[in-house]
C-alpha cells in the first residue's frame, strides 16, 4: 500500500514544477503520457510497483482534487479543486500583481527579471498578503515586489489564470518589476 497523499504532493510537483527534471513531456493544455509517469516513479525504490489503477485511488481518496486522468494521460491543476483548473489561453491580467521572494534573490530578479528557473511559469500573487504568504515559506523576511501585469501584457508577455488567488506567466522582465512600498 502506497502513502497516496505523498504520492499527490510528489505527483504535483513533478506535473506542475519540474516536468524536465523528469524527462517528462507536458502537451500545451498540461497533460503528461501515464505510462512515462509512472516509469520515472518506479525507478525509484519508494514509488516500485506503482499503476495507473494506483494513481486512480490517489485521485480518488485526496480531498483536494489536484489531477484528472484521461484516457492514458494525466495532469495536475494548479488551484484546489477541479474548478480551479488552469486557464490554458492566455487572457489579461489585472494592472497589478504581486510576487514574494527573499533578499537572496532580489539581485538576481533585479538584474534578470522573474525567470521559470525550473517551473513551468513565473507565479504571481492577486493580493500582497498572497505573495507573503509565499514568501515566509522560504525565510522570516519577506519581499514583495509589484508587477506591472499590464504593461508586461502589452508588451506581449502572456498570462494564465491559475485560481482566484494564483496568476501565472511566462518571465518576466526587471522593468516591469519594482518594489512595493
Not at 481518496?61 to 484521461?70: A, G, L, N, P, V
Not at 480551479?84 to 489579461?92: D, I
Not at 505573495?131 to 508587477?147: C, F, N, Q
Request: hydrophobic letters at 35%; glycine letters at 4%; charged letters at 30%.
Amino acid at each position: 500500500m502506497f502513502d497516496y497523499q505523498k504520492l499527490s504532493r510528489e505527483i504535483s510537483y513533478i506535473l506542475r514544477h519540474n516536468p524536465l527534471k523528469y524527462n517528462l513531456t507536458l502537451d500545451k493544455e498540461g497533460w503528461a503520457d501515464i505510462n512515462d509517469l509512472l516509469q520515472k516513479l518506479n525507478a525509484r525504490s519508494e514509488w516500485n510497483g506503482l499503476s495507473k489503477k494506483d494513481l486512480e485511488k490517489m485521485i480518488a481518496s485526496s480531498d483536494k482534487k489536484r489531477h484528472e486522468i484521461q484516457s492514458d494521460k494525466i495532469r495536475a491543476f494548479y488551484g484546489h479543486s477541479l474548478k480551479e483548473k488552469v486557464q490554458k489561453s492566455p487572457c489579461q491580467p489585472p494592472n497589478v500583481l504581486y510576487h514574494g521572494t527573499v533578499e537572496k534573490f532580489v539581485d538576481s530578479i533585479l538584474e534578470k527579471g522573474l525567470i521559470t528557473k525550473e517551473r513551468q511559469y513565473v507565479h504571481l500573487s492577486t493580493t500582497p498578503e498572497t505573495a507573503i504568504k509565499v514568501a515566509l515559506r522560504r525565510d522570516k523576511k519577506a519581499i514583495i515586489l509589484k508587477i506591472d501585469a499590464q504593461k508586461a501584457w502589452d508588451s506581449g508577455i502572456k498570462f494564465y489564470l491559475g485560481n482566484e488567488d494564483i496568476w501565472l506567466s511566462e518571465p518576466i522582465a526587471s522593468k516591469f518589476i519594482s518594489f512595493l512600498e
